[in-house]
């Protein structure tokens, strides 16, 4: 079997995973979370988002975010949503966007009120502006998989959007299994199609939930495709409140000991991981449940 022997893990956890929690973190509790992080050896990081604070208080804090934890080694990308959220970008001295569209049309109407095709028309001249400025552009498709509310996705519409975005120029894809339903099988076989069909150049990523306790198995799968770029957020923080039923991402330090294991390197080192996980614990309202986190508060209570 032939797999990547070195993954690129890209931690969403302080966006992703945060953004949604119904109460609020403290700005320097988030500094401090993002630089126990970074500690333990991650290179690429979700920060923050440049959303409207009335319909995401959490990232109230963005810019005080941004002035605190940028650096030179790490890619600290933020999310954009639309032409304002480019404008707080461009005057945040950042350099790394990212943007999101749902590929099933409903899911994308009940996330911001547009179609998909709505969407690509409004990011499509931002993307090629920012391309132009020579920023790095992510582009995160939502509902790859499974939609809440259409259902099993068609894996040539997955395929037809992301040519769309590879064709503005945008650096990586990170595709999304949002409700957590996929399974081992459907995950080989799209990223498979994906390989295959888009340019070599162009950075691929998966990202999953573990809603159904599948995650590890489908990274795993995508390994197998020959993806090497997974998100993952610490702690599995997050959820989607547009996914009826979908919980966290899949736990970075649960991801980061099974490909440790298997001897394929991500250059993150699993106890400064879990001391971050550990230190957001309290600012979090749900309990955290993923393997590593729980076996080591065992451990420590022996």
């Not at 953004?19 to 050896?41: C, D, H, R, T």
């Not at 997955?158 to 995950?187: K, M, R």
């Not at 400064?272 to 749900?286: K, N, Q, T």
């Amino acid at each position: 079997m032939e797999l990547p022997q070195r993954v690129s893990i890209i931690e969403v956890g302080p966006r992703d995973g945060l953004q949604n929690e119904k109460q609020l973190v403290p700005a320097q509790e988030k500094i401090k979370f993002i630089q126990k992080l970074k500690a333990s050896g991650i290179q690429e990081m979700e920060l923050t988002s440049f959303v409207s604070p009335k319909w995401v208080p959490q990232m109230s804090d963005a810019e005080q975010i941004i002035e605190h934890c940028m650096d030179d080694v790490t890619r600290n990308l933020v999310l954009v949503p639309n032409e304002k959220g480019v404008s707080r970008l461009l005057s945040s001295g950042c350099k790394n966007a990212a943007f999101f569209v749902g590929v099933s049309n409903t899911f994308n109407q009940k996330n911001i009120n547009k179609s998909t095709r709505d969407s690509m028309e409004e990011l499509a001249p931002l993307i090629k502006d920012m391309k132009r400025k020579g920023f790095f552009v992510r582009a995160c498709l939502s509902t790859a998989f499974y939609c809440p509310y259409e259902g099993k996705v068609d894996e040539q519409e997955v395929l037809a959007l992301s040519e769309e975005f590879a064709a503005l120029g945008v650096d990586e894809l990170s595709v999304a299994d949002t409700i957590g339903l996929a399974n081992p099988q459907e995950v080989f076989e799209l990223f498979s199609l994906l390989k295959h069909h888009l340019p070599s150049t162009l950075l691929i990523a998966a990202h999953f939930h573990d809603t159904r306790g599948m995650a590890l198995a489908n990274i795993f799968s995508a390994l197998q495709a020959g993806i090497d770029r997974f998100d993952t957020s610490a702690g599995g923080l997050g959820g989607c409140p547009f996914a009826p039923g979908a919980t966290g991402n899949v736990a970075t330090e649960d991801a980061v000991y099974m490909l440790n294991s298997m001897g394929i390197s991500t250059g993150i080192q699993l106890e400064p991981l879990l001391e971050a996980v550990e230190f957001i614990a309290p600012f979090v309202s749900r309990g955290l449940q993923s393997r590593q986190f729980l076996l080591s508060k065992q451990e420590r209570a022996l």
